[in-house]
């Protein structure tokens, strides 16, 4: 069986949990099928784990076109190398056009993995301008007509059939994100983060991610306000979607700084050696998503031996297990697909206090972290991710029938 899997994201340039479920999901996939992968960005290696990998830039006619319109163009670069292929499965709206025209164009069945939701992220209408609604179209159009659709959580699966409620629910399977907990392991080095500017003497929140409306991180830095003044804040941060959230981001840190000490932000993309290095020094992670399908970062975090803190929304309750890996703090959400809080200064301060009984409890913070990775080594491994991911392939091939 060939499958052809596209992608926006692919090694070396990853930048969000979908690049790395694919990342992962390649590596043991090519043991099992004939695997190919299109990847958008510049050329890559040809040969990963046995997957044979093509890369395509954007066209040079579309250099100035709205990035809607850039990631369509990219679509149609793609469908010439899909001709062979049993079966072609698309992740994320950016790529999902050049799997419904495949599909099309071949006569092959079109899984697509849902990792994030057009309809509840309104906030990227500040991107994209008018190429929002472009995307939306896109989306719409490829989960109405996909053979099947892979929700990374039972969570994520209510959300698709809310949201396009013209899909067949029985084409909508949860097949949850992983973790390679051989990669990701405890691994404490008290020098190599106070090189990073943490002080591994004292207790610390730490967040990683992207700097999206989606991630909660104005929420996090009114939260941090509130924390025992010893408690050190670690932002691993991303760039700012729009020059909006970048600046209520800076006036944020600012405004913390004045206040205490502690607060460090890390700007660059850290190599996971380094991350884990963070992860693993951390007395808490914090993840305060308005908006998460799974959350592979506390995944990783659980991996790493850290508790959780995170928000109660999304596809986290089924990765955070209250009480015993982290906490989870109550989010009551407005209806309007942005996500925000009914009560933003009480999820501030619910948030505030579930960092606090955890930051303060280094015994029981490391009793968490503890069954965090036995959790992501017995629920979340890529082996038995792929295997789900196969059953879904040959329910939708013919001949599998």
Sequence with gaps: MRV??????FPPEIYGGAGVHVAELSRVLAEHVDLHVHAFGAPRPEDYHGAVVRSYGVPAELGAANPAVQTLGTDLEILQGLAGADLVHSHTWYANMAGHLGSLLYGIPHVLSAHSLEPLRPWKAEQLGGGYAVSSWVEKTAYDAAAAIIAVSEGMRQDILRSYP?????????????????LWRPDTDPEGIRA??????????VFVGRNTRQKGVPYLLRAAALLPPEVQLVLCLGAADTPELAAETA?????LREHRSGVVVIERMLPRAELIKVLSSATVFACPSIYEPLGIVNLEAMACGTAVVASATGGIPEVVAPGLTGLLVPLEQVSDGTGTPLDPNGFVRDFAAALTEVVTDPDRAQRMGEAGRRRATEEFSWSSIAAATLEVYRSVLPEAR
């Design 196 to 205: 990073l500017g943490i002080d591994p003497d004292r207790p610390s929140v």
């Design 4 to 9: 052809d899997i596209v992608s926006k994201e």
């Design 166 to 182: 013209e899909v067949d629910p029985n084409k909508v399977r949860v097949v949850h994100n992983g973790i390679d907990v051989d």
């Design 251 to 255: 006036v944020l840190i600012e405004e």
